[in-house]
Protein backbone atom coordinates (compact mmCIF):
# COMPACT_ATOMS: atom_id res chain seq x y z
CA UNK A 1 0.00 0.00 0.00
CA UNK A 2 1.07 3.42 -0.64
CA UNK A 3 0.07 6.22 0.30
CA UNK A 4 0.31 10.25 -0.01
CA UNK A 5 -0.90 13.69 1.40
CA UNK A 6 -0.28 16.85 0.18
CA UNK A 7 -2.04 20.45 0.89
CA UNK A 8 -2.29 23.79 -0.35
CA UNK A 9 -3.44 26.98 1.64
CA UNK A 10 -5.30 28.75 -1.44
CA UNK A 11 -6.66 32.35 -1.31
CA UNK A 12 -10.28 31.81 -2.67
CA UNK A 13 -13.24 30.86 -0.93
CA UNK A 14 -14.57 27.18 -0.07
CA UNK A 15 -17.13 27.37 -2.51
CA UNK A 16 -14.67 28.22 -5.36
CA UNK A 17 -12.18 25.87 -4.52
CA UNK A 18 -14.70 22.84 -4.10
CA UNK A 19 -15.94 23.77 -7.62
CA UNK A 20 -12.58 23.90 -8.97
CA UNK A 21 -12.36 19.94 -7.38
CA UNK A 22 -15.88 18.88 -8.65
CA UNK A 23 -16.60 20.88 -12.40
CA UNK A 24 -14.56 17.58 -13.93
CA UNK A 25 -15.89 18.98 -17.54
CA UNK A 26 -13.20 22.12 -16.81
CA UNK A 27 -10.14 19.69 -15.48
CA UNK A 28 -8.28 20.84 -18.49
CA UNK A 29 -8.38 24.20 -17.80
CA UNK A 30 -6.83 23.69 -14.65
CA UNK A 31 -3.97 21.29 -15.79
CA UNK A 32 -1.94 21.64 -18.83
CA UNK A 33 -1.35 17.23 -18.25
CA UNK A 34 -5.08 17.30 -19.09
CA UNK A 35 -5.70 16.56 -22.46
CA UNK A 36 -9.84 15.82 -22.12
CA UNK A 37 -12.64 14.83 -20.63
CA UNK A 38 -15.52 12.44 -21.19
CA UNK A 39 -18.58 12.09 -18.32
CA UNK A 40 -19.78 8.67 -19.17
CA UNK A 41 -22.84 9.30 -17.01
CA UNK A 42 -26.39 11.56 -17.29
CA UNK A 43 -25.39 13.28 -14.92
CA UNK A 44 -22.42 15.87 -14.64
CA UNK A 45 -21.07 15.37 -10.50
CA UNK A 46 -21.87 13.90 -7.33
CA UNK A 47 -21.83 10.43 -6.01
CA UNK A 48 -21.94 7.97 -8.92
CA UNK A 49 -20.56 10.06 -11.76
CA UNK A 50 -18.43 8.16 -14.29
CA UNK A 51 -15.94 9.96 -16.31
CA UNK A 52 -12.69 9.01 -18.59
CA UNK A 53 -9.50 11.32 -17.75
CA UNK A 54 -7.00 11.40 -20.61
CA UNK A 55 -3.96 12.97 -19.78
CA UNK A 56 -0.01 13.43 -20.68
CA UNK A 57 2.09 11.05 -19.15
CA UNK A 58 5.59 11.81 -20.02
CA UNK A 59 5.40 11.28 -24.19
CA UNK A 60 2.58 9.31 -23.91
CA UNK A 61 -1.05 9.83 -23.23
CA UNK A 62 -3.34 7.83 -20.61
CA UNK A 63 -7.02 7.40 -20.17
CA UNK A 64 -8.02 6.57 -16.67
CA UNK A 65 -11.70 5.75 -15.72
CA UNK A 66 -12.74 7.41 -12.06
CA UNK A 67 -15.89 7.35 -10.75
CA UNK A 68 -17.02 9.63 -8.00
CA UNK A 69 -17.98 7.35 -4.95
CA UNK A 70 -18.51 10.47 -2.45
CA UNK A 71 -19.61 13.62 -2.62
CA UNK A 72 -20.31 16.35 0.58
CA UNK A 73 -21.29 20.01 -1.09
CA UNK A 74 -17.90 22.05 0.17
CA UNK A 75 -16.33 19.44 2.03
CA UNK A 76 -14.91 16.47 0.59
CA UNK A 77 -15.07 14.57 -2.60
CA UNK A 78 -13.81 11.10 -3.22
CA UNK A 79 -12.65 9.54 -6.72
CA UNK A 80 -12.13 5.96 -6.85
CA UNK A 81 -10.45 4.02 -10.05
CA UNK A 82 -9.32 0.40 -10.65
CA UNK A 83 -5.92 1.00 -12.90
CA UNK A 84 -3.62 -1.23 -13.77
CA UNK A 85 -4.49 -3.43 -11.01
CA UNK A 86 -4.22 -1.01 -8.65
CA UNK A 87 -7.30 0.52 -6.82
CA UNK A 88 -6.32 4.03 -6.71
CA UNK A 89 -8.25 6.31 -3.93
CA UNK A 90 -7.89 10.25 -3.86
CA UNK A 91 -10.25 12.11 -1.52
CA UNK A 92 -10.18 15.73 -1.41
CA UNK A 93 -10.84 17.96 1.52
CA UNK A 94 -11.52 21.68 1.71
CA UNK A 95 -11.58 23.80 4.78
CA UNK A 96 -12.57 27.45 5.99
CA UNK A 97 -9.68 29.54 7.10
CA UNK A 98 -9.05 33.08 7.50
CA UNK A 99 -6.70 33.12 4.24
CA UNK A 100 -9.35 30.99 2.51
CA UNK A 101 -9.20 27.68 1.80
CA UNK A 102 -6.72 24.95 2.62
CA UNK A 103 -7.01 21.96 -0.03
CA UNK A 104 -6.17 18.74 1.15
CA UNK A 105 -5.73 15.62 -1.34
CA UNK A 106 -5.24 11.97 -0.21
CA UNK A 107 -4.09 9.51 -2.41
CA UNK A 108 -3.99 5.87 -1.17
CA UNK A 109 -3.06 2.92 -3.83
CA UNK A 110 -4.06 -0.37 -3.07
CA UNK A 111 -2.28 -2.57 -5.53
CA UNK A 112 -4.71 -6.41 -5.75
CA UNK A 113 -2.39 -8.18 -8.36
CA UNK A 114 0.71 -9.60 -8.76
CA UNK A 115 2.39 -7.11 -10.98
CA UNK A 116 0.70 -3.92 -9.82
CA UNK A 117 2.24 -4.98 -6.65
CA UNK A 118 5.79 -5.02 -8.34
CA UNK A 119 4.85 -1.83 -10.21
CA UNK A 120 3.16 0.65 -8.17
CA UNK A 121 5.65 1.33 -5.68
CA UNK A 122 7.97 1.96 -8.89
CA UNK A 123 5.60 4.57 -10.53
CA UNK A 124 4.58 6.09 -7.59
CA UNK A 125 7.32 9.02 -7.59
CA UNK A 126 6.12 9.56 -10.97
CA UNK A 127 2.28 9.85 -9.45
CA UNK A 128 3.61 11.43 -6.82
CA UNK A 129 4.67 14.28 -9.07
CA UNK A 130 1.84 14.27 -10.72
CA UNK A 131 -0.76 14.87 -7.71
CA UNK A 132 1.73 18.16 -6.80
CA UNK A 133 0.95 19.50 -10.50
CA UNK A 134 -2.83 18.76 -10.17
CA UNK A 135 -2.65 20.42 -6.90
CA UNK A 136 -0.54 23.41 -8.49
CA UNK A 137 -3.02 23.72 -11.10
CA UNK A 138 -6.09 24.00 -8.95
CA UNK A 139 -4.29 26.90 -6.44
CA UNK A 140 -3.35 29.08 -9.70
CA UNK A 141 -6.97 28.66 -11.23
CA UNK A 142 -8.96 29.34 -8.13
CA UNK A 143 -6.17 32.15 -6.88
CA UNK A 144 -6.55 33.91 -10.71
CA UNK A 145 -10.15 33.63 -11.36
CA UNK A 146 -11.08 35.22 -7.71
CA UNK A 147 -7.63 37.95 -8.10
CA UNK A 148 -6.12 35.97 -5.08
CA UNK A 149 -7.82 38.50 -3.09
CA UNK A 150 -11.27 37.02 -2.35
Known sequence: MSKRSTSRQIKAPVAAVFDAITNIEKFPEKNAAIVSVEILTEQINGVGTRFRETRRMGKREAATELECTEFVENERVRFITDQGGTVWDSVFTTKANDEGTLLTLEMDARPHKFMAKIVTPMI???????????????????EGKSGGGW
Do not use: L
Open 124 to 142: FGMISKAIEEDMDGVTAYC
